[in-house]
Every structure is written in structure tokens, then in C-alpha cells.
């Protein structure tokens, strides 16, 4: 089955740090560029970093650079956020999604459920 | 940084035509895509590049582009469709954007 569990999200005051993962399975994890996307309570989608298949190349959204790390290891079929700095305003679920395969198909083929992250005091 | 502009909410009775629409100044010369999501779920891509439906959607949703501005179209709208609807899009830096989104009330 074609699975993407993330996990480690909780309560973190403002200023600290979290990292997510996210296990891949059911599928040929280093095949595919992978994605970290959140959602704020009540509000929209918020696509946040894309990772290439093999971990070389990482982009941002302007919103959050410098303060995640996307990261992968395909030996673990896991992907990472490492998270830095956090604000009230990184509340939210966080998702892992792939992108799917293909030239030219930018879009998510499968998405995990999300794991919630609130930062607060 | 672009954006993508959607109506926050659309409203339509059950066996009507819901029209919710995504513009942008420049829309990306790449494809945009539509997920739906309901409460509590992931997202689900409900139209592809532009225009296509992936397997498993209903014929009733279809999607049309004019210009930088795309239409996702629900005719005959059913209950179960209500949710809120995203538009997506990228640009050639690899940078990924979501619109606002739609809440499609039945």
C-alpha cells in the first residue's frame, strides 16, 4: 500500500526547534522528488520546500528559507523538516507529499495525513 | 513571487453548475492543477494539467484555461461535493504555489 506517515509534531515553545519525519512506503521512495506542504488551522494550503530525488538539490518558499531544512535519506525511505526558530505562525499540519512522475507533471500524487505542530507558550 | 487569486466561497444548490476560478497576473506557462479536500483529510488532485481528470473523479468535475485565468467546473453538483478547492500551480525556479482556496457550499 502507498503510504506516507508523518510524525513529530507536538507543542514547542516559541524560538525552539522540531524536526519531522516522514516514512515512505509501497513505492520506490528514490525514484521520486518529495515535497513538505502545512496547513494553518482554518486556513489554506501553504506549499513550503521541494527536495529532488536524490537529495541534491532543495528549493523554499520565500516565507519560510532559512529557517527549514528539507531533507531525505533513501536508505530509510524517510523524509525530514527540520524546523528552526519557531513562531506562533508555524502552527499548523504539516504534510509530506510526493510529487508525481513525469516531465512536466508539477503536482502531488499522494500526500500523508499530517502531523500538527503548535508552537506556544 | 506570484499568487493565485480564488473566490473564498462559491455557493450552489445540489444538481446546479459551480464554477470557481483562479487567476493570476501571470499565471505560470506551466499547468495548474485542482485538489479538493474535506474536513479533516488531505487534499485529493481532482483535475491535472489544466484539464485532465485523473482516474476515480467524476466526470462531472472538468477543468478549462483562458488567458492566466482557470476554471474548475462541478455541473450537476452533489452534496458529497462540498469542500474546499485549491488551485496549484509552479514556476520554472521550482517554486510551488497554492490559491487561497474555495469553500463550494452545496
Known amino acids: 500500500e502507498l503510504q506516507l506517515v508523518e510524525s513529530g509534531g507536538g507543542l514547542v515553545q516559541p524560538g525552539g526547534s522540531l524536526r519531522l519525519s516522514c516514512p515512505a512506503s509501497g513505492f520506490i521512495f528514490s525514484d521520486y522528488w518529495m515535497h513538505w506542504v502545512r496547513q494553518a488551522p482554518g486556513k489554506g494550503l501553504e506549499w513550503l520546500s521541494r527536495?529532488?530525488?536524490?537529495?541534491?538539490?532543495?528549493t523554499y518558499a520565500v516565507s519560510v528559507r532559512g529557517r527549514l531544512t528539507i531533507s531525505r535519506d533513501n536508505a530509510k525511505n524517510t523524509l525530514y523538516l527540520q524546523m528552526n526558530s519557531l513562531r506562533a505562525e508555524d502552527t499548523a499540519v504539516y504534510y509530506c507529499?510526493?510529487?508525481?512522475?513525469?516531465?512536466?507533471?508539477?503536482?502531488?500524487?499522494?500526500w500523508g495525513r499530517g502531523t500538527l505542530v503548535t508552537v506556544s507558550s | 513571487s506570484y499568487e493565485l487569486t480564488q473566490p473564498p466561497s462559491v455557493s450552489v444548490s445540489p444538481g446546479q453548475t459551480a464554477r470557481i476560478t483562479c487567476s493570476a497576473d501571470?499565471?505560470?506557462?506551466?499547468?495548474a492543477y485542482w485538489y479538493q479536500q474535506k474536513p479533516g483529510q488531505a487534499p485529493v488532485l481532482v483535475i491535472y494539467?489544466?484539464?485532465g481528470r485523473p482516474s476515480g473523479i467524476p466526470e462531472r468535475f472538468s477543468g478549462s484555461r483562458s488567458g492566466t485565468t482557470v476554471t474548475l467546473t462541478i455541473s450537476g453538483v452533489q452534496a458529497e461535493d462540498e469542500a474546499d478547492y485549491y488551485c496549484?500551480?509552479?514556476?520554472?525556479?521550482?517554486?510551488?504555489?497554492f490559491g487561497g482556496g474555495t469553500k463550494l457550499t452545496v
Open positions: 494539467r489544466d484539464s
Open positions: 507529499a510526493r510529487e508525481a512522475s513525469g516531465k512536466g507533471n508539477w503536482y502531488f500524487d499522494l
Open positions: 496549484q500551480s509552479a514556476d520554472s525556479s521550482g517554486i510551488w504555489v
Open positions: 527536495i529532488t530525488y536524490d537529495g541534491s538539490r532543495t
Open positions: 501571470a499565471l505560470p506557462k506551466q499547468y
